[in-house]
């Protein structure tokens, strides 16, 4: 019997599809059910996706209650900073060893830069991957002090990090900001503040790795996939 161009065609197509259905199916699969926060009313979590673990959990996991009292007075500034009139808000717990993180990070930079009528991003280091991530959180902070965070960050998510007076120096004239002052700031009060922040929220919210988002009042733990994050963001707009 021939085989005409048309039913190869036909059986190509039908293959393609057929290989494709558990994505699609994943895709339009409902959310997992979301479960209260023990202790931090209005807010819910659910678990999607990959997580990169910390060697040791001490001090970062934990349970509501056991971070520093001042995030409770106000848990939504702390959390999610100054938010726009009529965007939903979004914070991202980021480690730049995190290979969950550098997945997910191109659509968070996409929703910074081109969905801010949308969506309010606050980014939070939490660097709980060895001394490699607690140095390139520091430049990163330090970076967004000269307001260039997210050059910085995504500069990071691209590359490897090498904590190096060179490499900071190349690190910061190819991100335009001044590298004395970057490498000053690392160390300084601000950066700090911001660690101690992230690490505090960390406990707070018994965040166990990176990534962890937090979507409107939704605590994401893990990597989404990209179709997940925009039903997220829709059902936070929504609520």
Request: charged content about 15%.
């Amino acid at each position: 019997m021939a085989v005409t161009r048309r039913s190869l065609l036909i059986a190509g197509g039908a293959a393609a599809f057929v290989l494709g259905l558990p994505r699609l199916l994943r895709f339009a699969a409902p959310l997992p059910a979301a479960a209260p926060v023990p202790g931090l009313p209005g807010f819910a979590r659910i678990e999607l996706g990959e997580i990169s673990l910390p060697p040791a959990l001490a001090g970062i996991g934990g349970t509501a209650g056991h971070a520093a009292p001042g995030l409770r007075q106000d848990l939504e500034a702390a959390l999610f900073g100054p938010v726009r009139p009529g965007t939903v808000p979004v914070a991202v717990f980021t480690d730049v060893n995190c290979p969950n993180c550098r997945q997910i990070s191109p659509q968070l930079l996409d929703w910074a830069r081109n969905r801010t009528e949308r969506v309010t991003v606050a980014w939070h280091e939490l660097p709980l991957l060895g001394p490699t991530s607690e140095s390139a959180a520091r430049a990163a902070l330090a970076a967004g002090l000269q307001g260039a965070y997210l050059e910085v960050h995504e500069r990071l998510m691209q590359s490897r990090f090498r904590p190096s007076p060179a490499y900071l120096r190349d690190f910061a004239a190819a991100a335009g900001i001044d590298a004395a002052q970057m490498a000053a700031q690392m160390e300084g009060p601000e950066v700090e503040a911001a660690l101690d922040r992230a690490r505090g929220l960390a406990r707070l919210f018994a965040i166990p790795g990176t990534p962890t988002l937090a979507i409107g009042r939704t605590l994401v733990i893990g990597a989404p996939g990209g179709a997940q994050m925009e039903r997220l963001l829709r059902r936070a707009a929504a609520a």
